[in-house]
C-alpha cells in the first residue's frame, strides 16, 4: 500500500499552465503503474494519464499534445505537466497507484483544477 499526496491544483486561465505533483510513501515505487484521474461535477472520474515503472506513458485523447506525465523514483513523485489549459479540463485531479502485482489501487486526496477567465 502507498500513501498519496497530490499538490499543484489552483486557478488559471486558459491557455496557461500548471504542474501537478504526487509524492508517495510506503510501499516499492517500482511496481506501482501511475497515474493522474479526473472527475468533474456531474461526470464519472476518467483517466487522463498514466506512466509504467519503465516510463512508458498513455493519456487521454482529449489531453495528448498538452499534457505529459513524469516520475521520479528517486523522489518517489510523479508528475502531471499540463499546458495550453482549457475550461473543460477543470476538475478535481486524483493521483493512483495501480500495484502490478496485487493489482490493487491506492488514491490520493485530490487537488482542484479550476480554469477560467
Known amino acids: 500500500q502507498v500513501q498519496l499526496v497530490e499538490s499543484g491544483g489552483g486557478l488559471v486561465q486558459p491557455g496557461g499552465s500548471l504542474r501537478l505533483s504526487c509524492a508517495a510513501s510506503?510501499?516499492?515505487?517500482?511496481?506501482?503503474?501511475m497515474g493522474w484521474y479526473r472527475q468533474a461535477p456531474g461526470n464519472e472520474r476518467e483517466m487522463v494519464a498514466r506512466?509504467?515503472?519503465?516510463?512508458?506513458?498513455n493519456y487521454a485523447d482529449s489531453v495528448k499534445g498538452r499534457f505529459t506525465i513524469s516520475r521520479d523514483h528517486l523522489q518517489k513523485q510523479v508528475f502531471l505537466q499540463m499546458n495550453s489549459l482549457k475550461p473543460e479540463d477543470t476538475a478535481v485531479y486524483y493521483c493512483?497507484?495501480?500495484?502490478?502485482?496485487?493489482?490493487?489501487?491506492?488514491w490520493g486526496q485530490g487537488t482542484q483544477v479550476t480554469v477560467s477567465s
Open positions: 506512466i509504467s515503472p519503465g516510463s512508458s506513458t
Open positions: 510506503g510501499s516499492n515505487f517500482s511496481i506501482y503503474i
Open positions: 493512483n497507484a495501480e500495484n502490478m502485482i496485487s493489482r490493487t489501487n491506492d
